[in-house]
């Protein structure tokens, strides 16, 4: 049973509370069973379950309820990593639509993936272009009524599966981050190629994608040319929150698993939770969830009042994916030789971690967005 007392914080209002428990009810009875190996399949599965059941709307609703957004993230990742992702991307894939799309684009994408038969998809990041990532080269030209693409994205999640992805591309009306346009590109585009399936410790749907005159109309680009870089950067405010959310799932249950295997594993005549070296362990595994829960949830609901909330979202993914990075390391330490036996709940936290300290920015690039602010107007 998961610790709520959180809950009670006035972050939140009734309405939060009562989406997480029925959410957790419905994950208990859904989510247990393992997802197979079949990893694509198993996220088709996922959307649509999360479609019927009702929870993808709060990842493509009109106005976000960050709060929502983060306490099903959290709930879902406390179950089921792939859920987790698989309503993540929903979220993602679906954000530029959401926040400058047209009515008729709005009315098409976000019903659909709302509902769950369609799949979304992020295309920002380059060989070339990670972190530095208005260095991206994938060019579109305007050809008549349509744009033609030539480049490539890689690191793309559900790329493979989805139905659409939003996609960043050079148009060139100015340098740098200026010169940037986004687009909607469907899978059966001319010119479209899932170049490289990429298998990765912690198994998503991921892929390179290559565009080779790829031709999409002029109908498809989202918003007006030239802001490409301000929607890819307005999407990532809203659900960069959301990943400290899931950091948050993860950090839960390797609490629970850590709580669990102390209590239970008998040693020297006692049992592992009698000793002060693992009281000390469980402590700070404890202050860790609790310091990045609020962080995270001071940003959400700051979002939610409708205020900026760059820096504050920048603490919150750092120091969510951090913490729950060691505290998962310290719950594996607790089970031993068991912890790095495949199938065992530890060890698979520790795998689904990891990217999540790398990807919608590394933490190297979240304290340059912190310390960007603090030093912003000062002289020198
Ligand atoms: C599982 C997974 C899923 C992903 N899904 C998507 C997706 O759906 N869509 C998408 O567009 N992208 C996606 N990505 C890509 C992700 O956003 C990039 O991997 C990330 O931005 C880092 O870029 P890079 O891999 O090119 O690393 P690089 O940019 O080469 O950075 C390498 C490392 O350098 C360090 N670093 C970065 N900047 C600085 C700095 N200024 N000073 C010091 N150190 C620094 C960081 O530790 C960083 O990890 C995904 C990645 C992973 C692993």
Redesign the pocket.
């Known amino acids: 049973m998961a610790d709520r007392n959180h809950l009670e914080w006035p972050f939140f209002e009734q309405r939060h509370r009562t989406l997480e428990a029925e959410l957790d009810q419905w994950a208990t009875a859904n989510l247990s069973a393992a997802h197979g190996h079949d990893v694509d399949e198993a996220c088709r599965v996922l959307v649509r379950q999360l479609g019927d059941a009702g929870w993808l709307q709060y990842a493509v609703a009109g106005t976000i309820d960050t709060r929502a957004v983060c306490l099903i993230r959290e709930t879902l990742a406390r179950h089921s990593g792939l859920a987790d992702f698989a309503f993540g ?1 929903q979220g ?1 894939g679906t954000g530029a639509i959401n926040l400058f799309g047209s009515s008729a684009q709005k009315q098409n994408y976000l019903t659909r993936a709302g509902k769950g038969p369609a799949i979304a ?5 380059e ?1 070339h ?5 208005a260095a991206l080269r994938c060019s579109a030209r305007l050809d008549g009524d349509h744009y033609i693409l030539n480049g490539e ?7 493979g599966i989805a139905d659409f992805y939003v996609l960043f591309a050079r148009t060139g009306e100015a340098p740098g981050s200026r010169g940037i346009t986004a687009f909607i590109v469907e899978p059966d585009a001319p010119g479209f190629q899932v170049a490289e399936r990429i298998e ?1 410790i ?1 198994p ?1 749907p ?1 892929a390179r994608l290559v565009f080779q005159d790829c031709r999409i109309p002029v109908s498809q680009r989202i918003g007006v040319p030239g802001q490409g870089f301000k929607i890819a950067m307005s999407t990532l405010d809203v659900f960069r929150t959301s990943v400290a959310a899931a950091a948050l799932g993860f950090a839960r249950r390797a609490m629970e698993e850590a709580l669990r295997r102390a209590t239970t594993r008998k040693m020297f005549g006692q049992t592992l939770a009698d000793f002060q070296l693992t009281q000390a362990k469980l402590a700070d595994m404890a202050t860790g969830i609790d310091a990045a829960a609020l962080l995270t949830y001071r940003a959400a609901w700051m979002r939610d009042q409708g205020r900026r909330v760059t820096v504050e979202a920048a603490m919150a993914k750092m120091t969510a994916t951090e913490t729950a990075q060691r505290v998962i390391d310290r719950a594996l330490q607790m089970f031993g030789g068991r912890g790095v036996k495949r199938g065992e709940i530890v060890e698979s936290l520790y795998r689904e971690i990891r ?1 999540l ?9 979240q304290k ?1 967005i912190v310390a960007r602010e603090l030093l912003k107007g000062r002289p020198g």
């Open positions: 991307m993602l998809a992020f295309a920002l990041s060989p272009a990670g972190s530095d990532v994205k890689t690191w793309i999640s559900n790329g990765v912690a998503h991921l990217a300290r790398i990807y919608e920015g590394a933490t190297e690039v340059l």
